[in-house]
């Protein structure tokens, strides 16, 4: 099976940057889309940025221009750089990725625990 772990969470100011990282582990075949999603106390986890083995990525209308995702398909790992925080975007962070754990699986998704990022001034 397949586990991903988040990293890169934390306290930043309105303005600010920050960076997610996602690491895929285990044993399986392949991963394919990666992506991160995001919940808010009291709202619905949604999406906010994939991409596809190849590198081509689709952000949420919210985080356009301010986001981008990016992987090393080397390194298993999926990153998400924030820039130009809004008091909005604090959330857990949650990894996902696409995964068929051996030659002719059906791909299935896995998810990380999530990271917190908050906010604040």
């Known amino acids: 099976q397949a586990q991903l772990v988040e990293s890169g969470g934390g306290l930043v100011q309105p303005g600010g940057s920050l960076r997610l990282s996602c690491a895929a582990s285990g044993s399986y075949y392949s991963i394919y889309g990666m992506g991160w999603y995001r919940q808010a106390p009291g709202k619905q986890r949604e999406l906010v940025a994939v991409i596809t083995s190849g590198g081509s990525p689709n952000y949420a209308d919210s985080v356009k221009g301010r986001f981008t995702i990016s992987r090393d398909n080397a390194k298993n790992t999926v990153y998400l750089q924030m820039n130009s925080l809004k008091p909005e975007d604090p959330a857990v962070y949650y990894c996902?990725?696409?995964?068929?754990?051996?030659?002719?699986?059906?791909?299935?998704?896995?998810w990380g625990e999530g990271t917190l990022v908050t906010v604040s001034s």
């Open positions: 996902d990725a696409d995964v068929a754990l051996y030659v002719g699986a059906r791909r299935r998704d896995y």
